[in-house]
């Protein structure tokens, strides 16, 4: 038997396949990326009650950092709900483009890679520092676990 399974599928899929797991028996620890960090999972009667499941995400729900306060309170006026994980992630790649197109003063990629790695870009997930090959560098990433009651993944880790 094995330890752990990580599931590398998007959102509505990597339900059905945890569903299949459970229904075969399978009950380890599922691991998987953010795109499993929606309260959409828990919408599926096989899911309702899930708590084996674990998610790594670049955003801490209970983070008090004010970039991340303000997107979070402009979301919910627009949309009346939390922004999800495609929302949050969005919303952070499309702050430091624009930023980096203003910095390079242009929209050549090799002029936008240039000033993405000069510098540290300030946004709702935190700092994002960029190396030479362009990997982030210096992040934190949150573990949060399935929370039926909840209808949630809550931070367990960092």
């Known amino acids: 038997m094995f330890d752990a399974v990580l599931v590398a599928v998007d959102m509505p899929e990597i339900a059905d396949v945890i569903s299949t797991f459970r229904a075969a028996g399978i009950k ?7 795109a ?13 009650q899930e708590s084996n499941a674990y998610v790594a ?6 983070s008090t950092y004010p970039p991340y306060l303000s997107l979070v309170a ?11 994980w495609g929302a ?3 919303y ?12 390079a003063g242009s929209v050549r ?20 520092t960029f190396d ?5 560098v210096g992040r934190r990433s949150v573990i949060k676990r399935a929370a039926p009651e909840d209808h949630m993944f809550k931070k367990v880790a960092e």
């Not at 309260?39 to 309702?48: H, R």
């Not at 402009?74 to 922004?83: C, E, F, I, L």
């Not at 030479?132 to 982030?136: A, F, L, M, Q, W």
């Open 109 to 128: 990629a090799y002029d936008i890679a240039a000033a993405l790695r000069s510098g540290t870009w300030e946004e709702a997930a935190g700092p994002y």
């Open 28 to 34: 380890t620890p599922i691991l998987s990326a953010d």
């Open 92 to 103: 952070d790649a499309v702050k430091v483009l624009a930023k980096a197109i203003e910095k």
């Open 57 to 62: 995400s670049n955003f801490d729900d209970e």
């Open 36 to 48: 499993l960090d929606t309260p959409l999972f828990f919408d599926s009667a096989d899911n309702a």
């Open 74 to 84: 402009a979301y919910r006026a627009h949309s009346g709900k939390d922004p999800d």
């Open 132 to 136: 030479e090959s362009g990997n982030i």
């Open 88 to 90: 949050r992630q969005g």
